[in-house]
């Protein structure tokens, strides 16, 4: 009974290192490519598939665009 309580502890803590470890790249750089994030107007949520260069509402979700302070024009 002291192994079977050992290897579900080894289990469990495993288990929730790679949940940890999974969530920490989601505030990466690597994510934020698409227009969701570089067009000069951005829907809050960021939905795959919204973004644009005029104000407007996220086809997506139905949002209102909001102006993207990090936008840097065309000359990107």
């Given at each position: 009974m002291k192994n079977f309580k050992m290897i579900l502890f080894s289990v469990a803590f495993l288990a929730a290192g790679l949940t940890v470890s999974s969530c920490g790249n989601s505030g990466s750089n690597a994510d934020k490519q698409g227009k969701e994030y570089t067009s000069e107007y951005v829907c809050p949520m960021h939905c795959e598939g919204s973004g644009?260069?005029?104000?407007?509402?996220?086809?997506v979700c139905g949002m209102d665009y909001k102006k993207n302070k990090d936008?840097?024009?065309?000359?990107?």
């Amino acid at each position: 009974m002291k192994n079977f309580k050992m290897i579900l502890f080894s289990v469990a803590f495993l288990a929730a290192g790679l949940t940890v470890s999974s969530c920490g790249n989601s505030g990466s750089n690597a994510d934020k490519q698409g227009k969701e994030y570089t067009s000069e107007y951005v829907c809050p949520m960021h939905c795959e598939g919204s973004g644009s260069d005029k104000p407007g509402k996220c086809p997506v979700c139905g949002m209102d665009y909001k102006k993207n302070k990090d936008h840097k024009g065309h000359d990107h």
